[in-house]
């Protein structure tokens, strides 16, 4: 046996010895009681998050494993909105989380993988910016609490309502603190190179979103560093070259996704709606998404978006650790571009116009870059991402260095619970059904495998990405929903018309037909749901069918042998 006190025992010791794999493993608990506890609490089928923008990722998970394994190009498919297809690389299929997910998608299904990743992403987060900010104090317990002032911020907590792509952001703090390594000295340029080419592959992967506003990010922080920290300004002339073989690295990495990135330019309409703006009162004011949001709801309903864009919040905890960090620091290079940094990036997330409290002030800059189609497909909200990792390394700062024996644990704790989600909330879970007609294997034979069918609703209103992915890719969908329908879609009016997922009445039944008979569709299906919408303009058009749960309408054949009807 080992000596008595060889051995360090206690919490103490593992702090120590493992305080990376700790502070992981913390996150990955809260993750869990915050989101995925809830989620296993519920009766019957639920998904993490609201409406139907998940389904756009559990078809991801799916479409992944199945196009690789079946030989098809996994960055273009015409099983959506066939026989046009979509180009996957202006979707947001997430490559580089669904690839990896490959086995427990096979093994449980892409429901329970999606599920997982939407738990990973807040603790991955917060993981990366403790990393970054144990770095920049060597502190533990300080660098822990701005890790989840990051990766549970009100940002990620309103994106992760629906949004994989835009919560996919562990490799941000990497980025930034492969910079400050290079900077301080601590890592040599190939390992700096080649780091930095890995994350921006698999950002890249994650979120042509994200992967632009870090682009931008750099842009206009290391110019800024540059202005305002004289005594770096070697190491950041030496930055240049690296930083390019580096965006080299990634390009060649991730050129199969480019050349259809690039191919894919205005095919799909993704054009960003100006009502998702920050607005100024939100710093201090929660959304429904969070705990202390509860009672602060009718305030919060007034700004611009919805809770999944009302990403400014802080919090007054946290508003008062960034001051009093200000004060103490501010004739320092490091909260001189920290703060600037910050105020830059709040700029740009509030948008178009100054909004306080849901009323619209002033003109900011974003409108000149806004009018002109410049980044027309970035919601400016967003944005404030990038400002949150600024003010988590403020508190990492301060706590690190703040002496006392309330202060730097009381006003760091409040700031922690500030950020506790409300988890009564609707939209961080959403029941699901799929008809038995998509899983049974006796209605297999309803539909002939390849044929083109017509979900309704479709898009935005229905549940087809759920459908097609149950039945394994069995059938072409002249429809689907990946996002707004793609611009070829979008006209003449008997096109519109239906992809639009309005209620199509029977006085239009003849646009519903055109859209039929030009996509080549055998078998609309129904979701009985809906039958007061599309019903009576499809009873004109063909003999409905109950089968398996759904309503079945053939076209330009009689049913196939073998198929049950009720």
Request: proline residues 8%; aromatic residues 10%; contains cysteine.
């Amino acid at each position: 046996m080992p000596p008595p006190g060889s051995l360090e025992l206690g919490l103490v010791g593992v702090l120590r010895h493992r305080p990376r794999s700790t502070a992981l493993a913390l996150y990955l608990v809260v993750a869990f009681l915050w989101f995925a506890l809830p989620l296993l609490l519920e009766s019957g089928p639920h998904y993490l998050g609201h409406g139907v923008d998940p389904q756009i990722f559990i078809w991801s998970f799916a479409w992944w494993p199945h196009a690789i394994g079946h030989g098809l190009n996994p960055f273009v498919t015409t099983l959506q909105w066939a026989p046009t297809g979509v180009n996957l690389t202006w979707a947001t299929t997430v490559p580089g989380l669904a690839v990896p997910f490959t086995p427990l998608t096979l093994l449980a299904g892409p429901v329970v993988s999606y599920d997982t990743a939407v738990v990973l992403m807040p603790a991955l987060g917060a993981w990366t910016a403790f990393l970054l900010c144990r770095h920049l104090t060597r502190r533990f317990w300080p660098s822990l609490v701005s890790g989840y002032l990051f990766g549970f911020s009100g940002y990620e907590l309103g994106q992760i309502t629906g949004h994989l792509h835009m919560t996919s952001i562990a490799a941000l703090p990497l980025v930034a603190l492969v910079l400050v390594r290079f900077v301080d000295g601590t890592l040599s340029r190939v390992g700096f190179v080649w780091r930095l080419g890995l994350l921006l592959a698999w950002q890249l992967l994650l979120s042509t979103e994200v992967t632009f506003t870090l682009a931008l990010a750099l842009i206009l922080g290391l110019p800024l560093t540059y202005l305002l920290a004289p005594s770096v300004r070697p190491r950041l002339r030496e930055l240049v070259v690296p930083l390019a073989e580096a965006a080299l690295i990634a390009a060649v990495l991730t050129s199969p996704f480019l050349i259809y990135l690039v191919k894919g330019r205005g095919t799909a309409a993704v054009g960003v709606s100006p009502v998702y703006l920050g607005d100024l009162l939100n710093l201090l004011v929660p959304t429904n998404q969070e705990f202390l949001g509860i009672h602060a709801g009718s305030v919060a309903n007034r700004f611009p978006g919805n809770d999944a864009e009302r990403d400014l919040y802080l919090g007054p905890f946290i508003l008062l650790i960034v001051l009093l960090y200000g004060i103490r620091a501010r004739a320092t290079q490091a909260a001189r571009v920290l703060f600037a940094f910050a105020g830059l990036g709040l700029l740009l997330a509030l948008g178009q116009s100054l909004v306080i409290d849901g009323h619209s002030t002033v003109d900011l800059p974003w409108r000149l870059v806004y009018d002109r189609g410049v980044i027309e497909n970035v919601i400016p909200s967003r944005l404030f991402l990038f400002p949150s990792l600024a003010v988590a390394v403020m508190v990492a700062l301060w706590t690190a260095s703040t002496r006392g024996r309330w202060l730097p644990v009381v006003l760091p704790a409040l700031a922690v619970l500030s950020l506790a989600p409300n988890l009564h909330a609707s939209s961080y879970t959403t029941a699901y059904r799929v008809p038995a007609f998509f899983t049974d294997s006796r209605y297999a034979a309803c539909v002939a495998p390849g044929s083109t069918v017509l979900p309704l609703p479709i898009a935005y209103a229905g549940d087809s990405d759920l459908w097609q992915v149950d039945t394994h890719f069995r059938w072409k969908l002249a429809g689907g929903y990946l996002g707004a329908p793609p611009k070829a879609l979008q006209s003449p009016a008997a096109t519109a018309a239906v992809t639009g997922s309005e209620p199509i009445p029977a006085g239009k039944s003849r646009l519903l037909a055109r859209y039929i008979a030009a996509k080549g569709v055998s078998t609309v299906v129904l979701d009985p749901r809906a039958k007061a919408d599309f019903a009576a303009a499809l009873d004109s058009l063909a003999t409905p069918h109950a089968v398996g749960g759904v309503v079945v309408y053939r076209f330009g054949s009689s049913a196939p042998a073998g198929c049950p009807t009720a």
